[in-house]
């Protein structure tokens, strides 16, 4: 079956643009991450949502991101006036169901490669 | 805020030869997990370790976990090429909040 997949693939803008990036998490699954990888580091965390809820919102730097789940599926990680450090990876990934202590897998997205001219 | 500290950070190694990577990190967690991650490429999941005293082993691969010290290692066997990648370990914390270290780069030599 289909995994997780995002789009664009590569996304190339000019610093104080407005960007929008798409994730579609594997059919069924109610939970989805956002993270952000920079060159050389580990994933860091931005966003957690439960179904259409934003159930961890943490871990995004400041005001300018926001994301959404409408309908419980797909998601948008949105970022405003786009800033030179906002350029990384941007990973998605989906779980079934909430790790609930039952260590339940993250499936990863391809992520999506953003740079900040 | 829970920090993952993972070393070494570049391991570099001859095959056949034996290593391992150790993550520690800073506050109480029951679940820890192990990435691959080859270049340009996204994470797989290599491993969930669940409770103290957890071991998890996959062909040349070895996963162990200890709570009591904050601590888990990823011991490698006999190394071939093919499992050159780059290692995450991961942490959840608050259930569904993951935190990664910076990753081992490594690198097997022919």
């Known amino acids: 079956g289909a995994g997780v997949s995002q789009t664009p693939s590569n996304k190339v803008t000019e610093k104080g643009k407005y960007v929008e990036l798409r994730c579609d998490p594997i059919s069924g699954h109610t939970a989805l991450y956002w993270y952000r990888q920079s060159l050389g580091q580990g994933p860091e965390f931005l966003i957690y949502f439960q179904g259409t809820g934003a159930a961890d919102d943490s871990g995004l730097p400041n005001d300018r991101f926001f994301a959404v789940r409408p309908e419980g599926s797909v998601s948008t990680l949105k970022i405003q006036r786009t800033e030179r450090g906002d350029s990384a990876v941007y990973l998605c990934?989906?779980?079934?169901?909430?790790?609930?202590?039952?260590?339940?897998?993250?499936?990863f997205g391809p992520g999506t490669r953003l740079l900040v001219l | 805020e829970l920090k993952v500290e993972q070393n070494p950070l570049f391991l570099s190694m001859q095959e056949g030869k034996n290593y391992t990577i150790y993550c520690n990190y800073s506050?109480?967690?029951?679940?820890l997990y192990w990435y691959r991650q080859d270049p340009g490429k996204s994470l797989e999941s290599l491993f969930v370790l669940l409770s103290n005293g957890a071991v998890k082993q996959e062909g040349r691969l070895m996963a162990s976990l200890d709570t009591k010290a904050r601590l888990s290692t990823l011991h490698i066997t006999a190394a071939v090429h093919d499992l050159s990648a780059t290692y995450f370990c991961?942490?959840?914390?608050?259930?569904?909040?993951?935190?990664f270290g910076s990753g081992t780069k490594l690198n097997v030599k022919p």
């Open positions: 990934a989906s779980s079934p169901i909430p790790d609930r202590g039952l260590g339940e897998t993250q499936y």
């Open positions: 506050t109480t967690s029951d679940r």
């Open positions: 991961a942490v959840a914390y608050n259930f569904n909040k993951f935190y």
